[in-house]
Structures are given as structure tokens and as C-alpha cells.
């Protein structure tokens, strides 16, 4: 009975077993496989043999997301060769947490591998070495378990050539596609750094996070660039390496589908990526992991639905965006449905999602392109306008000036005409009053009287005077002093019978037409008091008109050499009262009025 039993054991063993020699390059395990799942975690090396294991049948299983439980797969191998053979046993799935291969026949844990543990034979996929003696049936113990993300099951069996063969080539080919997806990423942020666009810099940060993550999904990230240690870190916090993509993807089909005009989807959309990363982190928070890439997958759906109601609108780019759409949704249900074991599309295009991302980046870019051109050709036509409204512009600005010049020649011709006509009335009323002064001095035989009527008729031709010299030239607003004092000295002296007082002009500058006539108002009382009081019928003097320009004032000093006056008796008078008043009250300045060897009468005020 015992002998029939353990016959009926070894057939079976046998029949289970996977005869493999050096002859045989590569050989899927899973199919010849049987599965044990560990749901209390109670199986151990010592105790595994004991656990019921039922046949896989499939080259991949997929579980989806299994905190909860553990897979164990039992691998029996028939070596047939005459001599010990060389193995790898690769397990089909870089991202599963910890790995363990056990001997079934010793019960002793040979290698560990997973996110958790260094890449043995430093290849993407964890592979372990294993060594078959000839003519001999092993058993191997796998165990799986991933905590953090899905858990898919797989293993082949290589030779060691083969298997490196096979690895050199799977590395060629991911560099090759992530050197261009680097290519095309970093060119588009060149643009961004050129045109200030932030529709680039969302390009280029969404997609360097799905180059992050993809990184990580086909296991080079692990491979090369972290430790055991960061790599479970890192993968730890999954949800965030595809939250990041998806909210720039979101920012970039806002911006390059101009959501903004459709203001329901834009306040929604708003409202959603501003609770998007608070969600986010309560999930982790409050232990969700079953929800935690739900609102990165809702988000990619509600651009969907948004780029397809754009399309329905008519928006130009939106053809482009749902087809960059429809690609990333089907590769999401592909890796889906690899991971819950439903359909693996990967083991009849093991590159499928590769070619994708590939093409959906460049079908992204070639939509920025195509934003770049449209903004060159906006830019263009900006300038055409811009030029056609200065043309524009500067003719009717020209009609303009020539309207305006027009006018305004014909109402300076006007100005000129009504100018002349003023100038003569005020010269002919000057000239007017002057004739009924004159008049009036010669019919007054009072002496005194004769005196003030002259020294009225001065005051009024120091105006005269002002208003010839103004009316000569062009420029009214300033006046030559030294033509004017002349004027004013020359006719005040024709009045008078003191032929030997010798009157000087000292000046070089110009005034403004104000301060002019009430210099040439001092001037006028100054030489007339001098010429009345200062010097004796028939005595020959001096009298010193000067004006100079001293830092930031003007200086007017009139000087004789004659007898002076009493200061106290003739303070008040009349002359000097005017003086006093025009350089306090008019000019601003002060009036010092000294006797040393004659009159000195000096004005200041400032320029």
C-alpha cells in the first residue's frame, strides 16, 4: 500500500515538474506553477510544504492592490542534462515589495529581492541565480507581497547568456525611449524659457512626472538612481508620483484649450485642483489606499469630458487634446487590466505603453508647436495692424497739423493784424496824453506845477519807451536793459537845463518786461530827484546807472555826485517813497539808499 502511494507521489512530482536543460534559452514557470495564497501571512519556509497549492495556468496573475495577504508559488525543476546547470528564475514585476526564493528541499531562504532589496544581477526585473544539479528535481519556493502597490506574479526561467542577452536589450530600449521622451521634454522647456509661456512649463512638468513615474514602473528608477531604502520611500507615496503629472496636465489643457471661456467647466475645474492635493493627503492621513489614485483617475476624466465638450464647441486644439486623451486612458486600462488579471496586452506588445506615452508626447508637443505658430502668426497680424493703425494714425495726424498749422496761421495773421491796429491805438493814446501834459506845461506859468507835470510826463514815456522797444522785436518777454535805461536817461535829461551832467548806462543782461518797468520806474524818479535837487544850475556831475547779476540776484544802483539831501527832511518825499515801494512791494527785494560823496541808491531782489 505504501509502495503504491509513494509511486503514485513521485508520478505526480514528476508530472509537475519542469524539465529544462542548457538547450532550452527561456521557459514561462507560472503556467507549470501552482499558487498558495497566504491570506493569514501563517506560512513560513519551515511549514509551506504543508499548504494546499493549486495550479496557476497563466503566465501572469495579476491581484491588484494586496496589502492584506501573500502569494507563494512553488516552482519544481527537472534538470535532464548530464551536469549542474546555471538558472535565472526573473520575476516579471520590478514594483512588488519583497521577494523571497526559498529551497524546498532544505527549507533555507536562498536570495531576497523586490523594491526592498538590491538587484542581485543588477537587472531591471528581480532575478535570481540558481544552480541545478544533474539528473535532479528541485523545488523553489517564491514568495510575493506588495503593500504599497499592485501585486502582479510572474517568472521565467533563462539561461544565463540568454538572460543577459535579453536584459541588454530590454535596458537599449527603454534608454532609447526615455533619451526622447528627455529629448522632447527639455526642448519644450527651452521654448518656455524663450517665450515665458506657461503653457510650456506645465508640458514640461507633467510630463517629466509621467517620465518619473514610468521610471519607476519599469524599474530603472530602482535600478540606477535610489537605494532599497528611498525606493520603498518613494513608492510609498505613489499616489502623489501621479498626482503631480495629472494636475499639470490639468493647467495645460486649461491654458492650451483657453477653458476660461467656458465658465462652468473653468469654475469647476478651479474648484477641483484646489481641493485636489488636500484630498490627496487625507487619504494617506486616514489610511485610504484603496481611494488614493481615484481622484487623479476622476480628474483625467473630467479633462476628457472637457476637451470633448471643447471639441463639440469647435475649439481649433481640442482634436488634438482628446486624441492625447483616448491614448492615456487606454494605456490606464491596459495597466489596469494587467494588474487585476483580466487581460495582459503586455505579453503580445511588451512596449505597448511605451509607444504610447511616446506618442501621446509628441502629439502634445506637436500641439504646442502648433500654439507657437498660431502665436507667431496672432504676433503677425498684431504687427500688420499696428502698422496700418500708425499709418493710419500719422495721416490723420498730418491732416490734423495741417488743419491746425492752417488755423493756426490764419489766427496769427489775425493776432498780427488786431497787434499793429493795438500798437497804434496805444501809441496814438500815448502820444495823446503826452500832447495834453505838453500842452498843459506850457500854459502853466507856476513853476512847481511845470516841474510835477514833467516829472508825470517822464513816468509815462518810461513806458513808452518799454512799449517801442517790446514792439521792435519778436521776443516780448524779456527786454535790453541798456536800450531802455538809455531811452529813459536820455529823454528825462532833455527836460532839465544840466547840459554838463554827464548820465552813464552800465549793463549787459536782459529782464523780464515786469521787472523791466519798475527798474525803468526807479530810474526814472532817481535821475529826475538827482537832476532837480542833487546838482546847481551850471555844476558839472556824474550820475551812475548800473545793473548786474550777483549769484541768484539782480543789482540796480543808481549813483550821483552831487550835494545829497537831508535824510531826515527829505525821506518821505515823494520820489523816494515810489522808489522804496516798487523794489519792497513789486520787485520783492530791498531798497538801501546811502549818502557817501552824493546819493547811492541800491535794489536787490532775486532772479
Known amino acids: 500500500m505504501w509502495k503504491i502511494i509513494s509511486i503514485y507521489f513521485l508520478a505526480t512530482l514528476l508530472f509537475c515538474a519542469v524539465p529544462t536543460d542548457e538547450s532550452i534559452d527561456e521557459q514561462v514557470l507560472l503556467p507549470e506553477s501552482s499558487l498558495y495564497i497566504d491570506y493569514n501571512r501563517s506560512a513560513t519556509i519551515e511549514n509551506i510544504d504543508t499548504k494546499d497549492f493549486t495550479d496557476a495556468k497563466q503566465a501572469q496573475m495579476g491581484f491588484g492592490y494586496s496589502p492584506s495577504f501573500d502569494v507563494w508559488v512553488k516552482i519544481v525543476l527537472d534538470n535532464t542534462s548530464d551536469h549542474p546547470i546555471k538558472k535565472v528564475i526573473e520575476y516579471t514585476n520590478p514594483l512588488t515589495t519583497t521577494l523571497l526564493l526559498c529551497d524546498g528541499d ?3 531562504l536562498l536570495h531576497k529581492g523586490g523594491t526592498s532589496a538590491p538587484s542581485l544581477l543588477k537587472s531591471i526585473n528581480p532575478a535570481f541565480l540558481i544552480t541545478l544539479p544533474a539528473h535532479k528535481t528541485k523545488t523553489y519556493y517564491l514568495k510575493a507581497s506588495s503593500y504599497i502597490t499592485t501585486l502582479i506574479v510572474g517568472a521565467t526561467l533563462w539561461n544565463l547568456d540568454s538572460f543577459y542577452q535579453k536584459e541588454m536589450l530590454h535596458q537599449f530600449i527603454l534608454a532609447l525611449f526615455f533619451g526622447a521622451m528627455g529629448i522632447i521634454v527639455f526642448y519644450n522647456l527651452f521654448i518656455y524659457f524663450s517665450t515665458k509661456e506657461p503653457v510650456y512649463l506645465y508640458y514640461f512638468l507633467a510630463f517629466t512626472g509621467i517620465v518619473f513615474h514610468h521610471l519607476l514602473y519599469k524599474g530603472i528608477a530602482q535600478l540606477y538612481l535610489f537605494s532599497p531604502e528611498q525606493s520603498i520611500a518613494i513608492v510609498h507615496h505613489a499616489a502623489f508620483i501621479v498626482a503631480v503629472p495629472t494636475f499639470f496636465l490639468a493647467l495645460f489643457t486649461r491654458e492650451i484649450l483657453h477653458l476660461r471661456q467656458y465658465q462652468k467647466i473653468n469654475s469647476l475645474l478651479n474648484a477641483y485642483l484646489l481641493l485636489f492635493f488636500p484630498v490627496i493627503v487625507l487619504c494617506y492621513f486616514f489610511d485610504l489606499n484603496a481611494l488614493r489614485n481615484f481622484f487623479s483617475v476622476f480628474l483625467l476624466f473630467f479633462l476628457f469630458i472637457s476637451t470633448l465638450y471643447a471639441l463639440i464647441k469647435g475649439n481649433r486644439q481640442a482634436k488634438f487634446i482628446i486624441a492625447g486623451w483616448v491614448i492615456i486612458m487606454t494605456s490606464g486600462v491596459f495597466m489596469y487590466l ?32 502648433d500654439r507657437l505658430k498660431q502665436l507667431r502668426l496672432e ?21 490734423r497739423i495741417a488743419e491746425k498749422t492752417t488755423a493756426l496761421k490764419t489766427s496769427l495773421e489775425e493776432k ?28 502853466t506859468d507856476e513853476e512847481q506845477m511845470q516841474k510835477m507835470l514833467i516829472h508825470v510826463e517822464n513816468r509815462i514815456m518810461s513806458i513808452s519807451h518799454l512799449y517801442t522797444l517790446l514792439h521792435a522785436k519778436h521776443d516780448i518777454s524779456s527786454i535790453d536793459t541798456y536800450a531802455y535805461f538809455t531811452l529813459i536817461a536820455e529823454h528825462i535829461q532833455k527836460g532839465f537845463s544840466h547840459k554838463s ?12 518786461s515786469d521787472e523791466a518797468i519798475y527798474c525803468g520806474f ?13 546838482f546847481k544850475l551850471g555844476q558839472t556831475g556824474n550820475i551812475v546807472v548800473k545793473l548786474a547779476q550777483d549769484g541768484t540776484n539782480n543789482c540796480l544802483s543808481i549813483c550821483d555826485n552831487g550835494c545829497g539831501f537831508d535824510m531826515e527832511r527829505d525821506r518821505q518825499s515823494l520820489g523816494l517813497t515810489i522808489i522804496e515801494s516798487l523794489a519792497t512791494f513789486q520787485l520783492k527785494g530791498t531798497c538801501l539808499i546811502a549818502q557817501n560823496n552824493g546819493t547811492n541808491i541800491t535794489v536787490q531782489w532775486e532772479r
Not at 341 to 365: H, Q
Not at 382 to 387: E, F, K
Not at 391 to 397: P, S, V, W
Not at 501 to 512: E, F, R, V
Open 106 to 108: 532544505t527549507h533555507t
Open 338 to 369: 494587467s494588474s487585476e488579471n483580466y487581460y495582459n496586452i503586455f505579453e503580445e506588445f511588451p512596449y505597448y505603453v511605451e509607444f504610447l506615452l511616446l506618442v501621446e508626447t509628441l502629439l502634445f508637443s506637436l500641439v504646442l508647436a
Open 379 to 399: 504676433k503677425i497680424t498684431a504687427q500688420n495692424y499696428l502698422l496700418s493703425y500708425k499709418e493710419d494714425e500719422k495721416e490723420r495726424l498730418e491732416k
Open 416 to 443: 498780427d493784424i488786431l497787434l499793429q491796429e493795438l500798437n497804434h491805438r496805444v501809441k496814438n493814446s500815448i502820444q495823446t496824453i503826452v500832447s495834453f501834459l505838453r500842452l498843459q506845461i506850457d500854459d
Open 501 to 512: 551832467i554827464d548820465i552813464s548806462i552800465h549793463t549787459n543782461t536782459s529782464l523780464q
Open 522 to 534: 526807479i530810474i526814472n524818479e532817481a535821475i529826475t530827484n538827482a537832476l532837480q535837487h542833487a
